[in-house]
């Protein structure tokens, strides 16, 4: 498995923007698909946005399109997530996922946690009304 450091979550007021990073560990950061992850108190642990391992295909909850972007730069190990116009329901700790199950190729890329076996410890996402 590979290890998940997020960092670049906040306070921010409604309306504002911040990008979450995530960094993970090891030389095969390529052969994994990635996911960004919410959970705010009291509700369960949602999908936000995904990426393939391709990077050509993303994915986003229909709360976040238009809004949120996701991104991966193999190069750094990293997975990026560019939040724009939030508003206080993205409130939530945000954690990023990564995923290797081969039923998914190049080109796709899960929505549901179970498909993701390496989770970060979190980030907390405030936004101010």
């Known amino acids: 498995q590979v290890q998940l450091v997020e960092s670049g979550g906040g306070l921010v007021p409604a309306g504002g923007s911040l990008r979450l990073s995530c960094v993970a560990s090891?030389?095969?950061?390529?052969?994994?698909?990635m996911g960004w992850f919410r959970q705010a108190p009291g509700k369960e642990r949602a999908f936000v946005a995904g990426?393939?391992?391709?990077?050509?295909?993303?994915s986003y909850a229909d709360s976040v399109k238009g809004r949120f972007t996701i991104s991966r730069d193999n190069a750094k190990n990293t997975v990026y997530l560019q939040m724009n116009s939030l508003k206080p329901e993205d409130t939530a700790v945000y954690y990023c996922?990564?995923?290797?199950?081969?039923?998914?190729?190049?080109?796709?890329?899960?929505?549901?946690?179970?498909?993701?076996?390496?989770w970060g410890q979190g980030t907390q996402v405030t936004v101010s009304s």
């Open positions: 090891g030389r095969t950061f390529y052969t994994y698909y």
């Open positions: 990426i393939s391992r391709s990077t050509t295909v993303t």
């Open positions: 996922a990564a995923g290797s199950s081969t039923y998914y190729n190049n080109y796709n890329v899960p929505m549901a946690a179970a498909d993701f076996g390496s």
